[in-house]
């Protein structure tokens, strides 16, 4: 099951409160902000929006 539309629509990164987009692959979330630019993990179809686990991703 991969997250639905509604969902990214609603999520934000809780860093810079901008957009997220799902990544070609599936498997993260990157925050639009090219000065943010972090990218949380997607793990068993949920995202885990913490900032000590996201990676930054320019």
Known sequence: ???SPELLEI????????K?????DGNALKCVNAECSLVYPVKDDIPVMIIEEATVEK
């Not at 997220?20 to 070609?24: C, Q, S």
């Open 11 to 18: 999520l934000r990164c809780p860093k810079c409160k901008s």
């Open 1 to 3: 099951m991969a997250l």
């Open 20 to 24: 997220v987009e799902l990544k070609p």
